[in-house]
Protein backbone atom coordinates (compact mmCIF):
# COMPACT_ATOMS: atom_id res chain seq x y z
CA UNK A 1 0.00 0.00 0.00
CA UNK A 2 1.16 3.44 -0.94
CA UNK A 3 -0.49 6.62 -0.58
CA UNK A 4 -0.40 10.12 -2.12
CA UNK A 5 -0.29 12.70 -0.12
CA UNK A 6 -0.70 15.75 -1.66
CA UNK A 7 -1.46 19.74 -1.11
CA UNK A 8 0.64 21.91 -3.55
CA UNK A 9 -0.09 25.42 -2.26
CA UNK A 10 0.17 28.13 -5.57
CA UNK A 11 2.64 29.92 -2.93
CA UNK A 12 4.50 27.91 -0.64
CA UNK A 13 4.23 28.42 3.07
CA UNK A 14 5.09 26.01 5.94
CA UNK A 15 3.92 27.71 8.50
CA UNK A 16 0.17 27.34 7.48
CA UNK A 17 -1.97 25.03 7.95
CA UNK A 18 -1.84 22.87 5.10
CA UNK A 19 1.14 22.45 4.82
CA UNK A 20 1.50 21.34 8.46
CA UNK A 21 -1.08 19.20 8.31
CA UNK A 22 0.26 17.61 5.48
CA UNK A 23 3.56 17.47 7.41
CA UNK A 24 1.64 15.46 10.35
CA UNK A 25 0.01 12.87 7.66
CA UNK A 26 3.27 11.84 6.30
CA UNK A 27 4.74 11.93 10.01
CA UNK A 28 1.89 9.65 11.00
CA UNK A 29 2.32 7.02 8.16
CA UNK A 30 5.97 6.73 8.26
CA UNK A 31 5.63 5.68 11.89
CA UNK A 32 3.14 2.59 10.90
CA UNK A 33 5.37 1.97 7.75
CA UNK A 34 2.84 2.93 5.41
CA UNK A 35 4.95 4.44 2.04
CA UNK A 36 3.77 7.79 0.63
CA UNK A 37 4.53 9.54 -2.06
CA UNK A 38 3.91 13.64 -3.08
CA UNK A 39 4.60 12.82 -6.87
CA UNK A 40 1.67 12.42 -9.07
CA UNK A 41 3.53 10.55 -11.56
CA UNK A 42 4.70 8.20 -8.94
CA UNK A 43 2.79 5.13 -8.50
CA UNK A 44 0.69 4.86 -5.57
CA UNK A 45 -3.07 3.13 -4.57
CA UNK A 46 -4.76 5.66 -2.36
CA UNK A 47 -4.80 9.65 -2.41
CA UNK A 48 -5.19 11.71 0.43
CA UNK A 49 -6.05 15.27 0.05
CA UNK A 50 -6.20 18.63 1.82
CA UNK A 51 -7.26 21.02 -0.10
CA UNK A 52 -11.00 21.21 -2.42
CA UNK A 53 -8.65 23.22 -5.06
CA UNK A 54 -7.68 19.49 -5.86
CA UNK A 55 -11.05 18.30 -7.74
CA UNK A 56 -8.76 17.44 -10.66
CA UNK A 57 -7.19 14.79 -9.02
CA UNK A 58 -10.05 13.19 -7.93
CA UNK A 59 -11.43 13.02 -11.53
CA UNK A 60 -8.60 11.33 -12.87
CA UNK A 61 -8.44 8.81 -9.82
CA UNK A 62 -12.22 7.86 -10.85
CA UNK A 63 -10.51 6.77 -14.21
CA UNK A 64 -7.89 4.52 -12.01
CA UNK A 65 -10.85 3.25 -9.47
CA UNK A 66 -8.31 4.67 -6.56
CA UNK A 67 -9.93 5.49 -3.71
CA UNK A 68 -9.93 9.05 -2.77
CA UNK A 69 -9.59 10.35 1.23
CA UNK A 70 -9.79 14.42 1.93
CA UNK A 71 -9.15 16.07 5.72
CA UNK A 72 -11.39 18.97 5.35
CA UNK A 73 -12.45 21.80 8.45
CA UNK A 74 -8.68 20.90 9.70
CA UNK A 75 -7.17 23.97 8.22
CA UNK A 76 -9.43 26.65 7.74
CA UNK A 77 -6.40 29.39 8.53
CA UNK A 78 -5.00 28.57 5.52
CA UNK A 79 -6.64 30.17 2.78
CA UNK A 80 -5.58 27.66 0.31
CA UNK A 81 -6.94 25.25 1.97
CA UNK A 82 -9.91 26.49 3.76
CA UNK A 83 -13.68 25.14 2.77
CA UNK A 84 -15.78 27.56 4.52
CA UNK A 85 -17.10 31.28 3.38
CA UNK A 86 -18.17 33.49 6.22
CA UNK A 87 -20.21 36.73 6.08
CA UNK A 88 -20.18 38.72 9.11
CA UNK A 89 -22.15 41.82 9.94
CA UNK A 90 -24.04 43.34 12.54
CA UNK A 91 -26.25 40.51 12.17
CA UNK A 92 -23.84 38.08 13.31
CA UNK A 93 -21.53 35.41 11.48
CA UNK A 94 -23.08 32.80 8.65
CA UNK A 95 -20.37 30.20 7.91
CA UNK A 96 -21.41 28.01 4.64
CA UNK A 97 -19.87 25.44 2.94
CA UNK A 98 -18.33 26.89 -0.50
CA UNK A 99 -19.72 25.93 -3.44
CA UNK A 100 -16.45 24.09 -5.06
CA UNK A 101 -15.51 22.21 -1.66
CA UNK A 102 -19.26 20.91 -1.72
CA UNK A 103 -18.58 19.21 -5.07
CA UNK A 104 -15.32 18.24 -4.34
CA UNK A 105 -16.34 16.35 -1.20
CA UNK A 106 -19.41 14.80 -3.01
CA UNK A 107 -16.55 12.97 -5.46
CA UNK A 108 -14.33 10.72 -2.98
CA UNK A 109 -14.43 7.93 -1.20
CA UNK A 110 -14.25 9.18 2.21
CA UNK A 111 -14.22 12.38 3.99
CA UNK A 112 -12.20 13.38 7.69
CA UNK A 113 -13.25 16.26 10.34
CA UNK A 114 -11.79 16.57 13.49
CA UNK A 115 -15.43 16.41 14.89
CA UNK A 116 -18.54 15.12 15.33
CA UNK A 117 -19.87 19.10 14.92
CA UNK A 118 -18.29 18.81 11.36
CA UNK A 119 -20.09 15.88 10.67
CA UNK A 120 -23.37 17.83 11.15
CA UNK A 121 -21.87 21.05 9.45
CA UNK A 122 -20.99 19.26 6.10
CA UNK A 123 -24.03 16.91 6.10
CA UNK A 124 -26.55 20.33 6.47
CA UNK A 125 -24.76 21.72 3.75
CA UNK A 126 -25.64 18.74 1.49
CA UNK A 127 -22.10 16.44 1.21
CA UNK A 128 -23.59 13.07 0.97
CA UNK A 129 -20.33 11.07 1.13
CA UNK A 130 -19.48 9.11 4.20
CA UNK A 131 -17.90 10.94 6.90
CA UNK A 132 -15.94 9.85 9.85
CA UNK A 133 -13.95 11.78 12.34
CA UNK A 134 -10.48 11.13 13.03
CA UNK A 135 -8.56 13.65 15.30
CA UNK A 136 -5.26 14.90 13.86
CA UNK A 137 -2.63 13.69 14.98
CA UNK A 138 0.59 16.20 16.58
CA UNK A 139 3.93 15.94 16.44
CA UNK A 140 5.33 16.68 20.57
CA UNK A 141 8.40 16.64 19.68
CA UNK A 142 8.13 19.94 17.61
CA UNK A 143 7.65 21.46 20.84
CA UNK A 144 10.91 20.62 23.17
CA UNK A 145 10.57 22.79 26.48
CA UNK A 146 14.05 21.32 27.04
CA UNK A 147 15.31 22.96 23.70
CA UNK A 148 16.64 26.96 24.99
CA UNK A 149 18.45 27.34 21.85
CA UNK A 150 14.32 27.24 19.73
CA UNK A 151 13.31 29.40 22.13
CA UNK A 152 15.72 31.95 21.49
CA UNK A 153 15.08 31.44 17.98
CA UNK A 154 11.84 33.71 17.88
CA UNK A 155 14.05 37.33 20.22
CA UNK A 156 16.77 37.13 17.89
CA UNK A 157 14.68 37.06 14.29
CA UNK A 158 12.54 39.94 15.95
CA UNK A 159 15.10 41.42 17.87
CA UNK A 160 12.64 41.47 20.78
CA UNK A 161 13.15 42.00 24.54
CA UNK A 162 12.48 37.77 25.84
CA UNK A 163 11.43 38.92 29.48
CA UNK A 164 8.22 40.45 27.89
CA UNK A 165 5.48 37.95 27.67
CA UNK A 166 4.53 37.28 24.44
CA UNK A 167 0.76 36.74 22.75
CA UNK A 168 0.35 35.65 19.15
CA UNK A 169 -2.51 34.75 16.52
CA UNK A 170 -2.34 33.24 13.39
CA UNK A 171 -4.86 33.54 10.62
CA UNK A 172 -5.58 35.08 7.71
CA UNK A 173 -6.15 38.82 7.22
CA UNK A 174 -9.74 39.48 6.63
CA UNK A 175 -10.54 42.18 4.19
CA UNK A 176 -12.35 44.41 7.21
CA UNK A 177 -10.06 42.78 9.48
CA UNK A 178 -13.31 41.91 11.60
CA UNK A 179 -12.77 40.49 14.94
CA UNK A 180 -9.08 42.44 14.91
CA UNK A 181 -10.40 44.96 17.77
CA UNK A 182 -10.32 42.34 20.59
CA UNK A 183 -6.42 41.61 19.54
CA UNK A 184 -5.90 45.08 19.58
CA UNK A 185 -8.35 46.64 22.66
CA UNK A 186 -5.62 43.31 24.36
CA UNK A 187 -2.55 45.43 23.37
CA UNK A 188 -3.43 48.77 24.35
CA UNK A 189 -4.15 47.27 27.82
CA UNK A 190 -1.14 45.68 28.29
CA UNK A 191 1.21 47.87 26.79
CA UNK A 192 4.50 46.13 28.01
CA UNK A 193 3.84 43.00 26.16
CA UNK A 194 4.70 41.64 22.51
CA UNK A 195 1.60 41.01 20.43
CA UNK A 196 2.30 39.03 16.92
CA UNK A 197 -0.23 38.14 14.47
CA UNK A 198 0.58 36.07 11.54
CA UNK A 199 -1.58 35.88 8.80
CA UNK A 200 -1.56 35.76 4.73
CA UNK A 201 -3.00 38.24 2.89
CA UNK A 202 -4.82 37.92 -0.14
CA UNK A 203 -3.60 39.46 -3.38
CA UNK A 204 -5.40 42.78 -4.06
CA UNK A 205 -4.08 46.06 -4.12
CA UNK A 206 -6.85 47.43 -2.83
CA UNK A 207 -6.67 45.15 -0.04
CA UNK A 208 -2.90 45.81 0.54
CA UNK A 209 -3.22 49.64 0.69
CA UNK A 210 -5.94 49.39 3.50
CA UNK A 211 -4.30 46.87 5.40
CA UNK A 212 -0.59 48.90 5.47
CA UNK A 213 -3.06 51.98 6.29
CA UNK A 214 -4.35 49.92 8.53
CA UNK A 215 -1.18 48.61 10.30
CA UNK A 216 0.57 52.10 10.34
CA UNK A 217 -2.43 52.97 13.27
CA UNK A 218 -1.75 49.94 15.77
CA UNK A 219 -0.21 50.16 19.00
CA UNK A 220 3.62 50.31 18.83
CA UNK A 221 3.27 46.29 20.72
CA UNK A 222 1.57 45.12 17.66
CA UNK A 223 3.13 43.24 15.12
CA UNK A 224 1.35 41.82 11.53
CA UNK A 225 3.76 39.28 10.05
CA UNK A 226 3.17 37.19 6.71
CA UNK A 227 5.84 35.27 6.24
CA UNK A 228 8.11 33.37 8.74
CA UNK A 229 10.45 30.38 8.36
CA UNK A 230 9.10 27.45 10.04
CA UNK A 231 11.29 27.53 13.41
CA UNK A 232 10.56 31.12 13.99
CA UNK A 233 7.04 30.41 14.27
CA UNK A 234 7.56 27.02 15.83
CA UNK A 235 9.97 29.67 18.36
CA UNK A 236 6.79 31.94 18.80
CA UNK A 237 4.59 29.12 20.25
CA UNK A 238 7.15 27.93 22.82
CA UNK A 239 7.38 31.37 24.02
CA UNK A 240 3.67 32.62 23.82
CA UNK A 241 2.36 33.15 26.97
CA UNK A 242 -1.62 33.25 25.04
CA UNK A 243 -2.36 31.61 21.72
CA UNK A 244 -5.41 33.84 20.63
CA UNK A 245 -8.24 33.74 18.51
CA UNK A 246 -9.64 36.87 18.09
CA UNK A 247 -11.82 36.85 15.05
CA UNK A 248 -14.67 35.44 13.95
CA UNK A 249 -13.72 33.44 11.13
CA UNK A 250 -13.42 29.54 12.10
CA UNK A 251 -10.43 28.60 13.54
CA UNK A 252 -8.07 26.23 12.50
CA UNK A 253 -7.82 22.99 13.94
CA UNK A 254 -4.41 22.34 13.51
CA UNK A 255 -3.30 25.72 15.00
CA UNK A 256 -5.36 25.02 18.21
CA UNK A 257 -3.99 21.85 18.97
CA UNK A 258 -0.19 22.36 18.42
CA UNK A 259 -1.07 25.57 20.74
CA UNK A 260 -1.85 22.64 22.90
CA UNK A 261 0.94 20.93 22.61
CA UNK A 262 3.18 24.62 23.12
CA UNK A 263 1.35 25.06 26.65
CA UNK A 264 -0.14 28.22 26.20
CA UNK A 265 -2.93 29.69 26.96
CA UNK A 266 -5.44 29.34 24.91
CA UNK A 267 -8.39 32.49 24.60
CA UNK A 268 -10.45 31.83 21.85
CA UNK A 269 -13.52 33.92 20.72
CA UNK A 270 -16.64 31.10 20.66
CA UNK A 271 -18.05 31.64 17.47
CA UNK A 272 -14.68 30.83 15.67
CA UNK A 273 -14.33 27.48 17.43
CA UNK A 274 -16.26 24.70 15.88
CA UNK A 275 -17.70 22.63 19.17
CA UNK A 276 -15.73 19.25 20.18
CA UNK A 277 -12.27 21.23 19.26
CA UNK A 278 -11.64 22.77 22.96
CA UNK A 279 -13.59 22.29 26.03
CA UNK A 280 -14.48 26.23 27.91
CA UNK A 281 -12.95 26.46 31.16
CA UNK A 282 -10.94 22.97 31.06
CA UNK A 283 -8.83 23.42 27.69
CA UNK A 284 -9.40 26.99 26.77
CA UNK A 285 -10.82 30.35 28.75
CA UNK A 286 -13.54 31.27 25.68
CA UNK A 287 -15.80 35.11 25.28
CA UNK A 288 -17.98 35.68 22.43
CA UNK A 289 -17.23 39.57 22.85
CA UNK A 290 -14.26 41.51 21.76
CA UNK A 291 -14.04 43.51 25.48
CA UNK A 292 -14.64 39.83 27.52
CA UNK A 293 -11.09 38.31 25.28
CA UNK A 294 -9.30 41.34 25.55
CA UNK A 295 -9.64 41.46 29.61
CA UNK A 296 -9.38 37.88 29.50
CA UNK A 297 -5.89 38.24 27.93
CA UNK A 298 -5.21 40.86 30.46
CA UNK A 299 -6.36 39.06 33.13
CA UNK A 300 -4.08 36.35 31.65
CA UNK A 301 -0.90 38.05 31.57
CA UNK A 302 -1.44 39.30 35.11
CA UNK A 303 -1.96 35.49 36.40
CA UNK A 304 -5.53 36.75 37.45
CA UNK A 305 -7.63 33.93 36.00
CA UNK A 306 -6.68 29.99 36.14
CA UNK A 307 -4.54 28.70 33.68
CA UNK A 308 -5.87 25.86 31.46
CA UNK A 309 -2.16 24.58 29.83
CA UNK A 310 -1.71 21.38 32.19
CA UNK A 311 -5.56 19.90 30.76
CA UNK A 312 -5.03 21.18 27.04
CA UNK A 313 -1.59 19.36 26.92
CA UNK A 314 -2.95 16.05 28.71
CA UNK A 315 -5.49 16.19 26.11
CA UNK A 316 -3.23 16.76 23.42
CA UNK A 317 -0.62 14.49 24.48
CA UNK A 318 -2.96 11.76 23.40
CA UNK A 319 -3.55 12.60 20.07
CA UNK A 320 0.18 10.51 18.79
CA UNK A 321 1.46 10.47 15.44
CA UNK A 322 1.20 6.74 16.03
CA UNK A 323 -2.57 6.82 16.81
CA UNK A 324 -2.94 9.06 13.89
CA UNK A 325 -1.05 6.80 11.39
CA UNK A 326 -2.89 3.43 12.41
CA UNK A 327 -6.24 5.22 12.10
CA UNK A 328 -5.29 6.10 8.68
CA UNK A 329 -3.70 2.58 7.89
CA UNK A 330 -7.14 0.90 8.72
CA UNK A 331 -9.00 3.81 6.52
CA UNK A 332 -6.73 3.06 4.08
CA UNK A 333 -6.72 -0.27 3.86
CA UNK A 334 -10.50 0.06 4.50
CA UNK A 335 -10.87 1.76 1.27
CA UNK A 336 -8.21 -0.30 -0.87
CA UNK A 337 -10.41 -3.63 -0.18
CA UNK A 338 -13.60 -2.17 -0.91
CA UNK A 339 -12.53 -0.32 -4.75
CA UNK A 340 -12.77 -3.02 -7.02
CA UNK A 341 -10.79 -2.78 -10.46
CA UNK A 342 -6.89 -1.60 -11.29
CA UNK A 343 -5.17 1.37 -9.31
CA UNK A 344 -2.89 3.89 -10.65
CA UNK A 345 0.31 2.61 -11.48
Given at each position: ??????????????????ARLRKSIKGALEMVDVEHTSNVLDTYNIIHLISPNDEKLVDEAKEYHCPVVVSALYTEDDPEA????????????T?????KALKFLNKVDLVLVPSEANVDFLKNSGVTTPIKVVKPGVNMSRFDFSREDEKEIFFRYFREDKNKKLVFAIGEYDPNMTGINSFLNAAK??????FYYFG???????????FKKFVNTTPKNVHFISDVPD???RSAMLNASVF????????GVMSIYEAMAAKCQII?????????IIDEGVTAQVGEFSETLSSLVKDCLENRIKPTTVKAYEVVSQMTLTKFGNELKDIYMDLISNMKGDYHD
Open positions: MKALVYFQPKKANNIFEGSYIDETINNKGKSTLKPKCPNHLQIKKSTALNFRDVYMVPGYRNAARKSAVFKG
